[in-house]
């Protein structure tokens, strides 16, 4: 008997009517979306610019050209965090996390700190639960991005 898989944040089985969506485009309309001069790669790209649509419609986007579709967890924690970095370094350089946070946050918070930014750590409990009126305490006008993840694949806390 197979075990429990409990790591439903790196991967989750499909929903059958997800399968079932995207059957054409893993066996016979399969394409590179980038790649547009030839029928291959528009048919992609038209099947992935009905998805973004589909998606910002979804989680009530103002335009599907908001939604941005990445590879996975770790490429869009950088784009998060760089892109939110980059962005408001004029308006400070303060970014606070928590010790316990995702290695693709702690490494783009370490990079981020060799770019000049401040990188500050809020304190957590022995349960892994973030002191919000440390955390209130930490946050200073120079601050620009908070990233606590919202529940820890390792030790389970929400």
Known sequence: MRPIYMDHHATTPLLP???EAMMPYLTEEFGNPSSTTHVY???ARTAVEKAREQVAALVGAASPEEIIFTSGATESDNLALK???HQLA???RRIITIATEHKAVLDTAKKL???GFEVVFAPIDEHGV???DALRELM???TILVSIQYANSEIGTL
Do not use: I, M
């Open 17 to 19: 009517e997800v399968l």
């Open 41 to 43: 790669g528009t048919v």
């Open 90 to 92: 004029g308006k400070g």
């Open 130 to 132: 973030v002191n919000l």
């Open 83 to 85: 892109g939110v970095a």
């Open 113 to 115: 700190q060799k770019e």
């Open 140 to 142: 200073d006008n120079t």
